[in-house]
């Protein structure tokens, strides 16, 4: 299933790099969410977007930084981040932004922050 | 806010076996259950889920009851098999925007 694609697959940054996470959606669909997923919270909430408008934040630090040029990309700019910020970043989207309908989720980005 | 509490954290059942996962929610608004099976390495994906005027919902092997009376789901696998061996992830709806998930079931399956 390639309808949400992720890159990169892999990133490892030191505290002070700057990077970002890429996320493009081929379904058509309104919607595009950030979960981070490890260990101690798997598939936890951060950032919900609908037709590019910012519509949760879920008490996220501004160390990360979300964002939605149009309904099919998804950027997750990253700066400053700590060793505990590393986890499996994943994208997702939906036909819509109720939340009540089935999320494609992509392969996601595996971050190690030195 | 929303809570999705998920039990039990692991389950190891035999070939054949049957395997049941219970989810508890606090949000009595919530109108949507989902259930979804990440294997090793991929991206977790949708296997059923059940809306709030269906008390049960099956698909071959699986089925997913909801009690909203006592805000709990159910996830129950029947003649388990190898290929079930996941971690399985419930949800619900967080703020009718999107979802929230417990922290998940690491099923094991033996042959």
């Known amino acids: 299933e390639t309808g949400v694609t992720q890159t990169p697959r892999h990133l490892v940054m030191g505290m002070t790099n700057k990077k970002s996470l890429k996320c493009e959606q081929h379904l058509g669909h309104n919607a595009m969410y950030w979960y981070k997923q490890s260990a101690k919270k798997p598939l936890e909430l951060m950032f919900v977007?609908?037709?590019?408008?910012?519509?949760e934040n879920n008490s996220v630090p501004s160390r990360f930084s979300p964002e939605c040029p149009n309904s099919s990309h998804l950027f997750l700019h990253l700066h400053t981040l700590q060793p505990e910020d590393s986890a499996l970043y994943l994208c997702?989207?939906?036909?819509?932004?109720?939340?009540?309908?089935?999320?494609?989720f992509g392969s996601g980005t595996q971050l190690s922050v030195l | 806010g929303e809570n999705v509490e998920q039990h039990p954290s692991t389950l190891s059942v035999q070939e054949g076996d049957s395997a049941v996962i219970k989810c508890t929610y606090s949000?009595?608004?919530?109108?949507?259950f989902p259930w979804y099976k990440q294997e090793l390495g991929k991206r977790p994906q949708l296997i059923i889920d059940i809306r709030s005027n269906v008390g049960e919902k099956k698909d071959q092997r699986i089925a997913v009851t909801l009690n909203k009376t006592a805000k709990h789901f159910s996830l129950h696998i029947t003649e388990t098999q190898p290929e079930d061996s996941a971690v399985y992830f419930c949800a619900t709806v967080h703020a009718g925007t999107a979802l929230i998930f417990g922290k998940g079931t690491t099923l094991s399956v033996s042959s």
């Open positions: 997702a989207s939906s036909q819509a932004v109720q939340g009540n309908g089935k999320l494609f």
């Open positions: 977007y609908s037709l590019e408008e910012r519509v």
């Open positions: 949000d009595s608004a919530s109108n949507y």
